[in-house]
Nanobody, 123 residues
């Protein structure tokens, strides 16, 4: 069983940066693809980024490419999402997910989810 706990969300202004963290329990963390998704009010959950188990491959949604950076520290069982140049449209609850399958951007391929952390970007 894998448990995921996100942290680092908050209220920031447009142009600011935030770093989200996702701490995982479970010995198999280092073998999982890890993903970040987000869900804004009234919208479906959408893919943000994913990082392969060794960190050598990363995938980004077009909307965040060049602004967000995913990384992981397998020794600490933690994955990070550095968010730069934040925009009001980045406002959402951000979820960490583990154990992606064949498609890193497909939510249904992830077996474990955190509770989410709120990110609010004011204009």
């Amino acid at each position: 069983q894998v448990q995921l706990v996100e942290s680092g969300g908050g209220l920031v202004q447009a142009g600011d940066s935030l770093r989200l963290s996702c701490a995982a329990s479970g010995r198999a963390f280092s073998t999982y693809t890890m993903g970040w998704f987000r869900q804004a009010p009234g919208k479906e959950r959408e893919f943000v980024t994913a990082i392969s188990w060794i960190g050598s491959n990363t995938y980004y949604a077009t909307s965040v490419k060049g602004r967000f950076i995913a990384s992981r520290d397998n020794a600490k069982n933690t994955v990070y999402l550095q968010m730069n140049s934040l925009k009001p449209e980045d406002t959402a609850v951000y979820y960490c997910a583990a154990a992606g399958g064949l498609s890193p951007s497909r939510a249904a391929d992830y077996a474990h989810w955190g509770q989410g952390t709120q990110v609010t970007v004011s204009s």
